[in-house]
């Protein structure tokens, strides 16, 4: 059984691989699935501090640097300071991130459809099971 669950592990791993390789190769702005997850955040929840961000999403503090000196140079987000406390600094989504956010919502949408128009509808009922039943483990830790 543990050699099964290891081939269906890196299985995932593949296929996780081969899908954010392929999302990148059509993506037409210059940023990666992680500054996009960033922009996704800062549209979600509003301006937030790089430190917050990275906790949530689990980034080191300097991979954040990294993803918002990327998201600041590409324009896609700015760094406000607090006027009541001008030591606090705030990064903020600009329209032009929301529209690369947009672009990056729509782009997954439809690779996800392609991919997933392979299988029947008994076969998206049982995946969809199987992965129900693995997160409920998972939350359940």
Not at 79 to 99: A, S
Request: overall charge neutral.
């Amino acid at each position: 059984m543990n050699e099964n669950i290891f081939k269906l592990i890196r299985t995932v791993e593949l296929f996780t691989n081969e899908s954010i390789i392929h999302f990148n190769n059509v993506y037409e702005h210059n940023i990666g699935i992680s500054s996009i997850l960033v922009l996704a955040e800062l549209n979600q929840k509003g301006p937030q501090k790089s430190t917050a961000i990275a906790k949530e999403l689990s980034y080191t503090p300097g991979a954040m640097t990294n993803i918002a000196n990327k998201l600041i140079e590409e324009g896609y987000a700015v760094r406000e300071f607090d006027d009541k406390d001008r030591r606090r600094v705030m990064l903020v989504i600009t329209d032009e991130g929301e529209r690369a956010l947009q672009d990056a919502q729509k782009t997954g949408q439809k690779l996800r459809k392609e991919v997933f128009e392979t299988l029947t509808n008994e076969e998206i009922r049982q995946f969809q099971s199987i992965y129900e039943k693995l997160l409920n483990q998972l939350k359940n830790k």
